[in-house]
Nanobody, 126 residues
């Protein structure tokens, strides 16, 4: 599967953005999906994940209550709605996908994901 992330940009603190990740192929519904981010000088970290059916979602504590992950399997797309953005949310955001055994749960570990998009930059000014 190929992943194309979009929707990043420059916003002010408190603003909202919606990231999208479009996947190629006809088997999107067989992939668990995740969003990760990497700030300058820092390691890539988990943000949010959703399982293939959309019934299980998980969030990093730092974004819980502000970010919402969702997916539209008919459109082969996963979204990350980001509200109440903070300067510390500034990073390159990556979407990722993994297929294989269906655990029924969203996956949170970076090394569980096999496919990665190119990233989209989110900059939040104070």
């Amino acid at each position: 599967v190929q992943l194309q992330a979009s929707g990043g940009g420059l916003v002010q603190a408190g603003d909202s953005l919606r990231l999208s990740c479009a996947a190629s192929g006809r088997t999107f519904s067989s992939y668990d999906m995740g969003w990760f981010r990497q700030a300058p000088g820092k390691e890539r970290e988990f943000v949010a994940a959703i399982n293939r059916s959309g019934g299980s979602t998980v969030y990093a504590d730092s974004v819980k209550g502000r970010f919402t992950i969702s997916r539209d399997n008919a459109k082969n797309t996963v979204y990350l709605q980001m509200n109440s953005l903070k300067p510390e949310d500034t990073a390159v955001y990556y979407c990722a996908a993994v297929s294989g055994y269906d655990t029924g749960y969203a996956r949170t570990r970076l090394n569980q994901y096999h496919y990665w998009g190119q990233g989209t930059l989110v900059t939040v000014s104070s």
